[in-house]
């Protein structure tokens, strides 16, 4: 069974950050906004279109592509 991603998770719907797939430079960027393993995030609201999603993380927003979204595993 495949984890669940931060793309996955519903509007309003809270996770853990477990770990942070894809290339190194992705990575360090998402670790540098606050998206590292044991990171409280929250999906708060979507773009008209679908793309960016707005997450709550540690205490600030943060909007991120469906493709970036899709590299955050959350715990299941």
């Not at 793309?7 to 309003?12: E, R, V, W």
């Not at 679908?50 to 540690?58: I, T």
């Amino acid at each position: 069974m495949a984890m669940p991603t931060l793309f996955d998770l519903p509007q309003g719907g809270e996770g853990v950050v477990v770990k942070i797939e894809g290339e190194s430079k992705l990575k360090r960027r998402l670790a540098e906004m606050g998206l590292s393993p044991g990171a409280k995030v929250a999906a708060r609201r979507t773009a008209p279109l679908g793309d960016p999603r707005l997450y709550d993380v540690a205490g600030f927003q943060l909007s991120l592509r469906q493709s970036e979204a899709r590299c955050v595993i959350l715990d299941g």
